[in-house]
């Protein structure tokens, strides 16, 4: 084309509307454009944020008047848990990750990211999870355990209702959403990047999104396990958390803590990266301390994993762990404290303007260190022991929380307010938003630190007259509707802007990022061609970018070939690999997750056979997503490429499918590892722990079982090895074979199973030597299908010489099978006879 | 051993703290749960000891390890810089330079960035071994 002809580059932009546009109507239902995606994660997130907040006021108005009776108790137990589970699982990481969805391609210039079926395929989890949990609001037997739902309170005993189940399998079900997420968000960030986007260039909200998500992978996977042994506790009386049975409650504690505690940073972290991406852009000159804060940023995400017996300090550890916990705790505020003297600093240096996004970054600098202050104070052992379970912590944790997500998040969303809609906030009643939500969050919160200090305890749904907590109870409730009235203010203004607002200009605010460099709003592919990026700031470098870009001055500006096309780039160096080419509109994630949501409420209403059913749908929905992939028709019908650029990833060894597997492997191995734990810590700690004395393993059987499979693993290995050497005589027979030697592992695991004497309702031993069975069982049946389908995709032409990549994928998931089984052999099996600690 | 510029390099300090953790943690709870050596003993006892030895040897290998890749990265610069001089006999004033591409980090190569950051990271994961270890020495392990 003639790149300064309008009409030619009218007509290259209507192409590659063709190839990326989104449907409209029911079509709407099977986009997976990332952009479209994260809108629709923080719309959706914004709504529960009502609903949250709908019930926080409802918990303010109960507690201002003492022997007030608008709710009752089980009422108000039901709505302060579901405030917290609201706010928590359905408002904040959802944001976020909608947040990151939206811009990460955009910042690194990437078109979309990486697996968008899996980024729709999560929305439609939280979607359904989130409408099944507060269902039960309305119902009015929602969950009333807290937001953490400690047993044995939230055990079918003591709530013998299907409040916990709503949680349970409603909060599992949004985090394979969050989960999905991580994956995808760490596989597009590590290939994706643009031309020459080394490490050392990328933005530093890239920073921060890539440590959440790689936090999600690891942090969310311990909850999911603890959900799903007390669900299985409450369903089948599967005794892991009850002392009679050999379990032990605190180990739900544990399981929780080990996501709760990491979930503070990971919804810390992006919001730190909002603002790391505001101050600049208002300072007028590039962040103090780049590596500093890159460095913090590592290490935050390090150490926040050692904090989460801090939130245990009153079960009765001894002190020396404590101290650990405490130490850790301290340590955490240090990376901390290195990003605020980086913006400080920043601030100090540069020539500050304050706009909307910049009142609600200096908002949060205020509140947030605040927050952080009274952590350090509770990190201290003996002031933990004192303020446990008073109003002082519910007040701490809210000014980290909504000091340190809720502010950056407002300051964000009037910062990339031009980029989602074209216009520009109202400048006036923007700021009156801020002020009141600022002066009524202060008025509610601090005081509240002196409710607690005078011993108010949380979770009360009433108190008695005289007991000095009238008036700061009073005040906190009228601050929190002043608060409210801050919400209301900006809602308003966001919603009158998209038809009052003015016009943006382009990059409005002068930021020196690539996501300002597309239209206002932005097309579904982004960048019509992909620039190289060597600068951190490739705004303030070349101003023109914007322009450069739309007339086809960059790479991968071919689009006749019909197919969604991105960089694939060294995960350091940000050298250009590989093309990646991206699925199109698809309904197998929305179908997917209709039968998981299917699959969830059949759980719910204890309809098992349906539930198996829809397990199976969901499976196949999600085997046929795996089908058309690579070299498939509906993928990539052609490999061919403009001279000079790369090959399809599909055509080499190592596509994002690749690291896509070893990151879901290594989220897959944090519940392993849980699990373990869960093994380990009854073992060593349950009061009432015993071991059988006729283990209901024998050592030979089980070996019997492990040996095809460990054979099958190094059949596969050879197998992707003759590929990598080009060499593919008789590829679909051999792996036929593999898929052979599998079944043979299967029958003999089968058989195992049936003939150990287990009674998994009757000791925690039993119990969870059956879960990992069944862990085992799954993962060699899903190495098995895989198999098989690899041998069918070679036998339709999809996979071989021409297309070796997918077997190297499949081959992670063996050898990962392999291993825990190995590994549960050795810590299941073979262990607890040679050392007894009786 | 991992090569200095290995990417790993950026958290492979805090991986080896994290596991001194969980080690220190999992062992104390185990040990106090079956080999307790009793209150009245104080600080004086066998896992007050084991835990020191431990927080010592991890703190040494780390600092071993971010003094390693110091080494590396001075060596690293020092070649880059005479590099520079035989290709650039003519360099403008530095000074000069540096406003017109910005700070100096802009320009480091991305293996010298790995490099810079995993230093940092041993440092961080050395004092927080030393941080998490040292209560050992007043508190008794099992009370």
């Known amino acids: 084309m003639n790149r300064d002809d309008p009409q030619d580059a009218q007509d290259f932009h209507h192409q590659f509307n063709e190839v990326w546009g989104n449907p409209r109507g029911l079509l709407a239902l099977t986009i997976v454009n990332h952009t479209t995606i994260g809108l629709r994660f923080m719309v959706t997130g914004g709504v529960f944020f009502l609903l949250g907040g709908l019930l926080a006021m409802l918990i303010r108005t109960q507690l201002a008047l003492p022997g007030h009776d608008l709710l009752t108790p089980e009422i108000y137990n039901q709505v302060f848990t579901m405030h917290g589970t609201i706010m928590m699982f359905l408002f904040a990481v959802p944001v976020m990750e909608g947040f990151a969805i939206y811009l990460i391609p955009k910042m690194i210039g990437a078109r979309d990211l990486v697996f968008p079926r899996l980024s729709a395929f999560g929305y439609w989890c939280y979607l359904f999870g989130g409408i099944i949990l507060t269902s039960s609001l309305v119902m009015e037997i929602a969950p009333a355990s807290g937001w953490f739902m400690y047993t044995p309170l939230s055990s079918s005993v003591y709530s013998p209702g299907p409040g916990s189940d709503f949680w349970l399998l409603g909060i599992t079900f949004v985090e394979i959403s969050a989960v999905s997420a991580g994956i995808e968000l760490v596989v597009s960030i590590m290939r994706t990047r643009t031309r020459g986007m080394g490490l050392q260039h990328m933005p530093l909200f890239v920073w921060y999104i890539l440590a959440m998500a790689l936090m999600i992978v690891f942090g969310f996977p311990p909850l999911i396990l603890g959900s799903i042994l007390l669900e299985l506790e409450r369903a089948a009386g599967m005794p892991f958390f009850a002392v009679a049975g050999g379990g032990d409650p605190i180990l739900w504690q544990h399981l929780f803590w080990l996501f709760g505690h990491p979930e503070v940073y990971i919804l810390f972290l992006p919001a730190a990266g909002i603002i790391s991406t505001i101050l600049p852009v208002f300072a007028r000159r590039p962040i103090a301390g780049y590596r500093w804060v890159v460095l913090a940023i590592i290490t935050t995400g390090f150490i926040s994993f050692g904090l989460w017996v801090h939130h245990m300090f009153t079960v009765g550890i001894p002190h020396l762990a404590q101290a650990f916990f405490s130490a850790a705790s301290m340590m955490v505020a240090i990376p901390t404290a290195i990003q605020v003297f980086a913006w400080l600093a920043t601030l100090w240096s540069g020539r500050p303007t304050y706009e909307p996004p910049m009142l609600w970054a200096l908002g949060f600098l205020f509140v947030f260190v605040a927050g952080g202050l009274t952590g350090v104070m509770l990190a201290l052992v003996p002031f933990d022991w004192q303020v446990h379970d008073t109003h002082f912590v519910v007040a701490h944790f809210h000014f980290v929380l909504v000091g340190g997500v809720l502010f950056p998040l407002m300051a964000g969303i009037y910062y990339w307010l031009p980029h989602f809609s074209g216009r520009m906030p109202h400048r006036l009643l923007s700021r009156w938003g801020f002020w009141l939500m600022f002066i009524g969050f202060n008025i509610t919160f601090i005081i509240m630190h002196v409710t607690g200090l005078l011993g108010m305890p949380r979770r009360v749904y009433t108190f008695d007259p005289g007991l000095g907590w009238d008036l700061p109870n009073l005040i906190s409730s009228v601050g929190s509707f002043i608060m409210a009235a801050g919400v209301a203010t900006c809602l308003l203004d966001i919603v009158l802007h998209f038809r009052f607002g003015e016009r943006a200009k382009r990059n409005p605010w002068g930021a020196d990022t690539l996501e300002w460099t597309t239209s206002l709003p932005p097309s579904a592919y982004n960048f019509a061609t992909l620039p190289e990026c060597a600068t951190r700031h490739p705004l303030w470098d070349n101003p023109d970018l914007q322009s450069t870009i739309e007339h086809g001055h960059h790479d991968l500006a071919t689009i006749d070939h019909g197919r969604r096309e991105t960089w694939g780039s060294d995960p350091v160096t940000g050298k250009v690999r590989e093309i990646i080419h991206l699925p199109g509109n698809s309904w197998l994630p929305f179908l997917a997750a209709l039968a998981t949501a299917a699959l969830c409420i059949s759980l719910l209403s204890k309809q098992y056979s349906v539930a198996i059913v829809a397990a199976l749908i969901s499976v196949a929905f999600l085997l046929r997503w795996s089908w058309e992939n690579g070299a498939h028709p509906k993928a990539a019908p052609n490999a061919e490429v403009v001279e000079g650029d790369p090959p399809l990833h599909s055509r080499t060894h190592d596509g994002p499918g690749l690291w896509g597997m070893t990151v879901t492997l290594l989220a897959n191995g944090s519940l392993f590892m849980s699990m373990l734990f869960g093994w380990l810590y009854l073992w060593t700690v349950a009061p009432q722990w015993q071991f059988p004395e006729n283990p209901p393993l024998s050592w030979h059987g089980l070996l019997f079982v492990g040996l095809p499979l460990s054979a099958a693993l190094f059949w596969f290995k050879r197998v992707v090895k003759q590929l990598k050497q080009d060499n593919t005589a008789q590829l679909q027979l051999k792996l036929w074979g593999i898929c052979g030697l599998g079944a043979i592992h299967l029958l003999a695991f089968v058989a195992v199973l049936v003939r150990a004497p287990l009674a998994p309702t009757q000791s925690a031993h039993d119990a969870i030597i059956t879960v990992m069975l069944i862990y085992l069982f799954l993962h060699s049946t899903l190495a098995v299908v895989l198999c098989a389908l690899q041998a069918l995709r070679v036998r339709k032409g999809y996979v071989g010489k021409m297309a070796p990549y997918e077997p190297v994928v499949v081959e992670k998931w063996w050898v990962y099978t392999a291993a825990v089984f190995w590994i549960t052999y050795v810590v299941v099996v073979i262990l607890p006879p040679l050392w007894s600690l009786d | ?143």
């Not at chain 2, 520079?84 to 010298?112: A, I, Y």
């Open chain 2, 1 to 143: 051993m991992l090569p200095a510029f290995h990417p790993m390099q950026k958290i492979l300090g805090l991986i080896i703290w994290s596991l001194y953790f969980v080690f220190m943690y999992g062992g104390l709870s185990v040990a106090c749960n079956h080999f307790s050596p009793g209150a009245d003993k104080g600080a004086l006892t066998w896992i007050n000891a084991s835990v020191i030895l431990i927080t010592l040897l991890v703190t040494l290998g780390l600092l071993y390890q971010a003094w390693r890749g110091w080494k590396v990265l001075q060596h690293h610069k020092h070649q880059r810089a005479q590099w520079r001089k035989q290709q650039q006999p003519q360099q403008q004033d530095p000074q000069q330079e540096s406003k017109k591409h910005g700070p100096q980090s802009e320009t480091l190569p991305p293996h010298e960035f790995i490099l810079y950051v995993s230093v940092a990271v041993y440092c961080v994961a050395a004092v927080a071994t030393l941080g998490t270890g040292l209560p050992a020495l007043v508190l008794a392990p099992c009370l």
